[in-house]
């Protein structure tokens, strides 16, 4: 299926997050807040891994706490997540920061959710044991797409967990956009001015091997006496409960026992960013002696690299790949010497110093995080259209019969007050501040007269017919003989006339009472609103206001065929569609317009209409050949309704839009289908009328249900990878009057069920 472009509005992060320190937490608050200040019109917000009883003083952008060892406590971040329509979930995945075995507790969360899953990984094992092989083979299950940071992660993924390639984005660890600046600038600041700054800063722990670099001092300072090694941040959290300062102690007495204390300055403590980038900018040379070869990221490296520092780095996965190309110094593990040869070596070149620490700030311009923010905001739209992508639900799985279920009115008395139906929800209940419109009214006015018609009288419906029909007859304006629609709450009108598709459905409206209603005070009101409203449709431009208004006419002579005027005006509003057809369909586009837009069933149905009554089959040919090719375009390959989407329709020779399918096209298709069935009693009608109908109950590209069984309202769209769980009288209108097309089709197919 060709999809159009789309744009992520709303995200989640789920990850450590600071104030807590550790590295997972400073990553996904730089990730959340780059890709928010790159793209502020999308909501970026953060479901954050507590390690503690106390709660950390979270910013604003943390709306959920997950507490890492209470299963119970994922799974409610699944419900938020739900519940506030999150589009797509980033997860900063890390062995250790999540619950259960090898982070197990995890899945719980990410099996309960149906939106797309981004995981970057921060680790990536190339000897995982079985619980850690197990969860990375679920991630890859319910992930849409993996980030890595490095060549080898993407190497790892494929050749160690049968990874696809495809599913997998290459995107380097952000960092800070610094200027490409002399180090004496920040000097001064730090206290080390005249001096060469050797710097390492992190989380203090036993496997960064600082040890390694002040053991090195000695042989350094013999020939450049001027070098200070800065060692800057705090002791790690979990080392610190386990044994406190015991290993930052042992390294202060391994630098006084060496004999140069004054030369090797601690800074015990975390530095805010804008803290770091002093410290980095006044940097001379950068080590990481880090002890663990099976590292695939580092954001102290990723962070230096990006500043253009000279690097001087043990050779751990990440540092061999971004190093490569003379970007910096690789040395052994454990190896003082080592590290000491190369200081002195890179000191005694100043040249290539400035050569590498170029060729390093220019590949830098390339993990700035903002450049980085764009890159995740790809791989989070590839995700959605892949999601999205209907052999996801459909591919091996046999197609069902759905059954229909019963009609259920709470939503409508729900969306109703005295004064009309709402138009819009916010979920399932009305939303206020958008109020009213007649367009609204008008289809709430003719369900209920055909659900009586149906049922048999009902004192309840019957009020509400009544307060529509009210509603309808306010709306209509005698001086300019038209129909206002939109209304405020407050009932004031907000316009002096409507639309043309909306004074049209108006007239449907009250034509459907005329044809249908027992009741004859509705039905005298509505022969005024019709006799009134219906002269200036002559000059409507609206072709889906001239269908709307034959369709009413058909209605209107259920009882009054024998009026000559309203003929006329049938004559011609069928004249102006059937030329409309004329000068823009092809073979290729049996069409009445050069673009398929909203309610385009409404058309060949206005048209099918006229020919049958009229006896015309050249006008009822149109009408079934342009319907029989909105049932082909509009189903799947899998034999599932999927409508032209509301995102930019489509135009001939142009990209169809797939999304957003609205349930307005639907109840179009149905009740055209049904028509043509009535007509032609050709069964390939009443099967694609059924067809659209099972399109509400979950047969659609996404598979899932439009209808919402708990309220009896519909649902307003089925977006490229989830619901507007919003449910307006539009669209649960649009289900009502599809319910009753369908029973009008089980009484006259006897073997339709």
């Not at 990984?121 to 890595?148: C, G, K, Y």
């Not at 049958?612 to 189903?635: A, C, F, K, N, Y």
Request: aromatic share 10%; glycine share 6%; net charge negative.
């Amino acid at each position: 299926m060709t999809t159009h472009h789309i744009r992520t509005k709303n995200l989640l992060f789920i990850g450590s997050h600071v104030p807590r320190r550790c590295g997972i937490a400073t990553f996904t608050s730089d990730i959340c807040m780059a890709v928010a200040t790159e793209y502020p019109e999308t909501k970026c917000i953060v479901g954050a891994v507590n390690d503690r009883r106390e709660v950390y003083d979270y910013p604003e952008r943390v709306r959920f706490v997950i507490e890492e060892q209470e299963v119970d406590s994922y799974l409610r971040a699944g419900e938020f997540l739900s519940i506030n329509n999150v589009e797509v979930l980033s997860v900063q995945h890390e062995f250790g920061i999540y619950g259960g075995p090898a982070g197990s507790h995890l899945l719980e969360l990410l099996r309960s959710v149906r939106m797309p899953i981004v995981t970057t990984l921060h680790t990536i094992l190339q000897d995982p044991d079985s619980q850690q092989r197990a969860v990375m083979l679920e991630l890859d299950r319910l992930s849409s797409r993996f980030i890595v940071m490095a060549e080898r992660g993407r190497a790892m993924l494929e050749s160690v967990y049968q990874v696809a390639p495809d599913k997998i984005d290459l995107i380097p660890h952000g960092v800070i956009d610094m200027p490409f600046m002399d180090s004496n600038f920040f000097k001064e600041e730090l206290g080390v001015e005249g001096k060469t700054v050797m710097l390492t800063f992190g989380l203090l722990s036993p496997n960064k091997g600082i040890e390694h670099g002040i053991a090195a001092m000695p042989a350094i300072l013999e020939q450049h006496p001027e070098v200070v090694y800065v060692v800057l941040g705090a002791t790690h959290p979990n080392l610190l409960v386990a044994e406190g300062e015991r290993y930052r102690n042992k390294l202060e007495r391994q630098a006084a026992k060496l004999g140069v204390s004054d030369q090797v300055i601690f800074h015990n403590r975390f530095v805010a960013i804008e803290e770091l980038k002093a410290f980095i900018g006044g940097a001379d040379l950068y080590l990481t002696p880090y002890l663990n070869e099976a590292q695939i990221t580092s954001g102290t490296l990723a962070y230096t690299f990006g500043a253009g520092k000279v690097i001087i780095s043990t050779a751990y996965w990440h540092a061999k790949e971004m190093l490569a190309g003379d970007c910096g110094l690789l040395v052994p593990f454990a190896d003082h010497k080592a590290i000491s040869s190369s200081v002195n070596e890179i000191l005694s070149q100043p040249t290539r110093m400035t050569k590498m620490r170029k060729r390093a700030w220019k590949q830098g311009r390339a993990m700035i995080w903002p450049e980085v923010a764009r890159r995740y905001m790809q791989s989070f739209d590839r995700a959605r259209v892949a999601a999205s992508a209907p052999a996801l639900f459909w591919e091996n799985r046999p197609i069902r019969k759905f059954s229909a279920p019963e009609i259920k009115l709470d939503h409508l008395f729900t969306m109703s007050d005295h004064t009309g139906i709402f138009q819009h929800a916010i979920y399932n209940l009305p939303n206020y501040e958008e109020a009213y419109c007649t367009d609204d009214n008008a289809r709430a006015f003719i369900f209920t007269i055909v659900l009586q018609e149906l049922r048999g009288q009902d004192k309840a419906v019957e009020r509400l017919a009544g307060t529509y029909l009210a509603f309808l007859w306010h709306a209509f304006d005698n001086k300019t003989r038209r129909f206002r629609n939109f209304m405020s709450f407050s009932r004031e009108w907000l316009e002096l006339r409507g639309s043309e598709d909306s004074h049209a459905r108006a007239l449907w409206a009250v034509a459907t009472a005329l044809g249908r209603s027992k009741n004859s005070g509705h039905r005298s009101l509505c022969a005024l609103l019709f006799q009134r409203g219906l002269p200036c449709v002559a000059d409507f431009t609206s072709p889906r206001a001239w269908a709307f208004s034959l369709i009413a006419i058909h209605e209107y002579f259920r009882t009054l065929s024998g009026d000559c005027v309203v003929a006329g005006m049938r004559d011609k509003l069928t004249t102006l569609l059937v030329e409309l057809y004329r000068a823009n369909a092809t073979k290729d586009w049996p069409w009445f317009e050069r673009i398929a837009t909203y309610d385009n069933a409404k058309l060949s149905h206005a048209l099918i209409l006229s020919g049958h009554w009229t006896s015309q089959g050249e006008i009822l040919d149109i009408g079934l050949t342009s319907l029989r090719w909105l049932v082909e375009i509009q189903t799947s390959p899998d034999g599932h309704f999927a409508p032209i989407g509301c995102n930019g329709f489509w135009r001939r020779d142009g990209v169809r839009a797939h999304f957003d399918q609205q349930p307005l096209e639907a109840h179009a298709m149905i009740s055209a289908c049904v028509e043509a069935f009535l007509i032609t009693r050709e069964p390939q009608w009443s099967e694609s009328a059924r067809c659209c109908f099972e399109w509400f109950l979950g047969r659609n590209d996404l598979g899932l249900p439009i209808y919402d069984a708990s309220t009896g309202g519909c649902r307003d769209a089925l977006l490229q990878d989830h619901l507007n769980e919003n449910q307006g009288a539009e669209s649960s209108l649009a289900f009502y009057l599809s319910q009753i097309e369908m029973l009008r089709l089980e009484e006259a197919d006897p073997e339709f069920h």
